[in-house]
């Protein structure tokens, strides 16, 4: 299991150091110093093994932290772990900054005792530390006996993440459909690759302990429910199915917070839980197929003669004309030995940023069906160097208010059993966002 | 915290401040005494007090810190007071109590593991694996799991479908850090059927769909271990195929890190089962932005998933990343190109183009990469592509490094006839002979041996210079021992020469940098663990004894094993074919015939067949591969001939059973012991031993010898898959420690339902031996009539249909010769080795009989025996049989299985024949030996 946890500046002076384990000496400190921050070359594995001690690392702007152990741990744990750290940091004090983390040294330290037992990770939702683990200082005293056995056993509990006795005047929730759509496209239209990563982030103000369940246009759920209805149904009326099948997408994979019964999704595929109070993810998941591409992108680069590149980028948006996409940025990279450049677009701003390499056209809004074009002259440095340029992919990122998967979110019930509100009392807002992951076209 | 200043000697003043009431301030007190106790233990005693108080405290969270800090204070002295308080909080009626003290025990294992077992803590720690709180649950599971891993043999967490069924109820219910340990302990679960495989199986696939993803790598743990015992044509075993697919991809959208962790898991499972990614190579395509190591790992992934299906989107993407700036992915990306071309025949052509169009960019390093590929791709495909030597030619200025030097300067002499000017562009290289490193001097030695032999007129003069500079201005022995050679060689035998250095060379073939299989079965069971990122068992990372139990994937145990035998084969067939593995440069022996640049290494590098002829040449293997031609350098080849005495020497030797045996027909013959794992190659560990068969089980009859100066313990036994899935049946069992020069004789019970792998030659079987020192791997051959079962008696009338359908074509003839005996001899001695006479005839004066047997998977074999009374000479008729047995076993298992049984069967089937030959005399293991001559194997017609 981890043997001990350090936490450096950018400079690899240690700012918190934790063993758990007696076989790790105080040299492992050093080690990963001289090894790894201090390195010549680049480290090439975020997993390092020095004189039989293995280092995982992860990096948060500029402040390291590593994790340290001389067994076989199971790898996956230990960087999740130190992901989760991360959040839970973020979670008390914001930021994870060389400031932000001297001046909570106490809360870390007690922190880094309670999420980590010999080695071991315990209970680490941020919800059920905050019960007992706060900036001001609890008194044992203060505490009824009520209380600390609520702490301990929702600490420990099955539904770990959130407490009882919640009470709100208004029962309202938030539903984000956020997605990231992920594209390679070839210089010729190609598409090498599509993916859509999304996340459905809840955020909750619910009295009790409510039950939940969330219902999408599921392909599988789909087709369940209609062959159900569809052998009724279809005898008086045969042309019914067509209706819903366009509605549905295929959802490669999904993943859930750990709230979400996952022996039920496995068997009936429904998704029901008890949410935690606040935000959360409750889901993440994975389309690949039917993708709606927001924006098409194409290049046209064409080298006259060694020191000049004339270069013509047109954008087509490719959703309802009603809706608006925003944050518009395309970058165009350009050749190292870049003297000058010479813009001319339509529609934004347009700017050559010498120290990116590149130049980035940006749109604050477009419509729907759109078209708008960017053309640049690039005038180059002769060189003797012989490498060729590598020509990076022209990248590109938008906001649109839609779900580029297509998904749909279909219900979400509340049944709260033992406080008298019912579903229909809960006020619910869903909001779809689609946003660009590394959207690449190679030119 | 201390800006590093030691402040151990405020001590006493902090353990006044112990009995706060402010609970912050107790933590910190407490994170004092962690760090300095052991720099002051008398002090420390003074704190003894305070925690008994303190795990008394109404406050649960009190009681809890007081028994999490005890036990990370490593002193000696205070350690037993801390016993009594753990007790109670074992027991405490708090679940946040319990699954603290449930860690602190571990705590307390690794300071003494002694007062732990005295103390009765593991009992109560097992007991609280059915507690009711599921982190309770979670955390005793991971305590005992790591005390377990400390004491291999003992039987702490005795799994058993009882407690398995709790775990996975407690899964359900647990934190995700929980339910990692509880996977990672049910991993090392071995079910006793494949249906309580499938069950568990059933219940963890849910875990796939969770958010963390050292959940779903454990989760795929479990699975692809215990999806080794399911059956290949269940329904289920397919679904459970299917549904690892999506997870796996989705673990690569998680931050760079565990991308990395998940993409080498992914490297292992797709080596392992590679049907479960083939359609998502997509996913692995290299994105601009990902972080280096997660380029390499998703490189290696996309070669290892190329097929003819995909290979041009593989190769579109290669030749994008061929341009990018990093040197190693470029590097690593041109290399790719060369294997896509090597392990798929279709896109050869392509890749050759696409490697000369990298060439024309003239990066230096990227020119140098191709050319080593192309060296390879030369190799595969002789005289296809020899047509780019000019191009390369053009190059040769360019090259710094001395693999693509080496690459180049074996291109220039392998194809010396083709190059007008080989001689001046070799003869440009010896000019700094003395500035390069081995791998080219060694090369260019043999490049210009090459040239010479080609073109022998104009470079005489050449040769010489080469030759005196390796044999007088070398430091290097295999330098100066290769320039010996060839010079000898010239000068003595030309022609001999010619044959020796310009022999031909096998192909080079498949797949590239496959993990040894043994090993691979390994890393599978540490899927998500450091191991699988490393790529090395954990012995190779781990200090001292712990992690260092050897995990192996569970044999596949059929409930119903009728109907088990026959799909085992191709189970293993299509895995089973040993890849042909290009090894790294640099291996000097093989070098001699220039072999080096990638001959085909199958099998285990370790290979130490006892039969073998043990007088070892003064130059070591180099003249022992000379002499046997090209065709000894490669092990496989090399086994042939030996192994083949081997089952001759077994033959005869059967004629011991026989004599000794003629008394006790039940038992077949047993061959005498032989040394299988010399003490020199296993640091002072002897193995010998011998297989035997008795009322149809078959044992292993092991001796171990110690003879090394210290004590050995530990003893574990494991096979690798073999053709016909033999497999310890118990552990190995060795009760007491062996000490030195001491020996055990143990029997070990085999069985026959492990994994199938077609080996080569067929009855090898490759046996890797642990002790406290070290892991041992050698390779034995046994007999195969170990495998004739009992009920090997064919009916009458079905023997004669099956012998009518089978095509003359599928036979095998011999001569044995000098067997005095007649045929109701013949045939009782042939039933004590479970070869049965099914008919007899008398025809002409001669004396037919028909036998039969039947091996342990099912397939029949049958023979005729034609003896004339006067000669003692038999003929032997092995015709293929075409049995249904055997005819599903052909199309999974391919065309090779069948060719390569049957003369060995025959062989073996002879040599229980040629004991006949002996009478009841007692011949002794010299005479048997030398003998040998005395009998020939004659096959007329061999099984095409």
Known sequence: ?443 | MTVGKDVSALFPDVVNCMQTDNLELKKLVYLYLMNYAKSQPDMAIMAVNTFVKDCEDPNPLIRALAVRTMGCIRVDKITEYLCEPLRKCLKDEDPYVRKTAAVCVAKLHDINAQLVEDQGFLDTLKDLISDSNPMVVANAVAALSEIAESHPSSNLLDLNPQSINKLLTALNECTEWGQIFILDCLANYTPKDDREAQSICERVTPRLSHANSAVVLSAVKVLMKFMEMLSKDLDYYGTLLKKLAPPLVTLLSAEPELQYVALRNINLIVQKRPEILKHEMKVFFVKYNDPIYVKLEKLDIMIRLASQANIAQVLAELKEYATEVDVDFVRKAVRAIGRCAIKVEQSAERCVSTLLDLIQTKVNYVVQEAIVVIKDIFRKYPNKYESVIATLCENLDSLDEPEARAAMIWIVGEYAERIDNADELLESFLEGFHDESTQVQLQLLTAIVKLFLKKPTETQELVQQVLSLATQDSDNPDLRDRGYIYWRLLSTDPVAAKEVVLAEKPLISEETDLIEPTLLDELICYIGTLASVYHKPPSAFVEGGRGVVHKSLPPRTASSESTESPETAPAGAPSGEQPDVIPTQGDLLGDLLNLDLGPPVSGPPLATTSVQMGAVDLLGGGLDSLIGGPNFVAPPAAAVPANLGASMGSGLSDLFDLTSGVGTLSGSYVVPKAVWLPAMKAKGLEISGTFTRQVGSISMDLQLTNKALQVMTDFAIQFNRNSFGLAPAAPLQVHAPLSPNQTVEISLPLNTVGSVMKMEPLNNLQVAVKNNIDVFYFSTLYPLHILFVEDGKMDRQMFLATWKDIPNENEAQFQIRDCPLNAEAVSSRLQGSNIFTVAKRNVEAQDMLYQSLKLTNGIWVLAELRIQPGNPSFTVRLPAPALPALGCLLPCAGQPLLPSLLPRAGVSLMGALAQLGWGPSEPDVNEHQNSEPSFQLSPIRLPR
């Open chain 1, 1 to 443: 299991m981890i043997g001990g946890l350090f936490i450096y500046n950018h400079k690899g002076e240690v700012l918190i150091s934790r063993v758990y384990r007696d076989d790790i000496g105080r040299n492992a400190v050093d080690a990963f110093r001289v090894n790894v921050i201090h390195a010549r070359q680049q480290v090439r594995s975020p997993v390092t093994n020095i004189a039989r001690t293995s280092f995982f690392h992860v990096k948060r702007s500029n402040i390291w932290l590593a994790a340290v152990t001389k067994q076989n741990v199971n790898a996956a744990m230990v960087f999740e772990f130190l992901y989760k750290m991360c959040d839970v940091m973020a979670a008390y004090f914001g930021k994870i900054s060389e400031e932000n983390i001297k001046n909570n040294f106490v809360l870390i330290y007690e922190l880094l005792d309670e999420i980590l037992d010999f080695g071991y990770p315990q209970n680490s939702e941020t919800g059920a530390l905050k019960t007992f683990i706060t900036q001001q200082g609890i008194k044992s005293q203060h505490q009824t006996k009520e209380e600390q056995s609520q702490i301990t056993s929702q600490v420990t509990g099955q539904i770990g993440w959130r407490r009882e006795g919640i009470k709100y005047r208004r029962n309202e929730l938030f539903l984000d459909v956020l997605e990231s759509v992920n594209l390679l496209m070839s210089p010729q239209g190609q598409v090498l690759s599509a993916h859509v990563s999304g996340r459905v982030v809840m955020k909750s103000y619910l009295s009790g302990m409510p039950e939940c369940k969330f219902g999408m246009n599921d392909k599988i759920v789909i087709e369940k429910q209609g062959k159900g209805t569809a052998d009724e149904t279809s005898k008086r009326r045969p042309s019914a199915p067509a209706h819903s099948g366009k509605q549905s997408i295929a959802i490669d994979d999904c993943t859930f917070h750990q709230c979400v019964r996952l022996s039920k999704f496995d068997s009936e595929r429904s998704i029901s839980f008890i949410p935690p109070d606040g935000e959360f993810e409750l889901m993440r998941y994975r389309t690949t197929k039917d993708i709606i591409l927001p924006f098409r992108v194409i290049p046209l680069v064409r080298e006259v003669g060694r020191t000049k590149l004339e270069v013509k980028v047109v954008i087509k948006s490719n959703f309802k004309p009603s809706l608006l996409a925003q944050k518009i940025e395309v970058r165009i990279p350009t050749p190292l030995n870049t003297s000058g450049v010479q813009v001319i677009c339509m529609k934004g701003k347009a700017k050559y940023k010498a120290s990116e390499n590149a130049i980035v056209w940006k749109i604050k809004r477009m419509a729907g069906m759109k078209e708008s074009q960017i053309s640049a002259e690039i005038e180059l440095l002769p060189t003797n160097d012989k490498k060729k340029w590598a020509r990076p992919p022209i990248s590109m990122n938008f906001e649109v208010p839609f779900a580029p998967s297509g998904l749909k979110v279909r219900y979400l019930k509340v049944f709260e059993p033992k406080l008298n509100y019912s579903d229909h009392d809960v006020i619910k807002w869903v909001r779809y966002i689609g946003r660009s992951g590394i959207y690449e076209t190679r030119c």
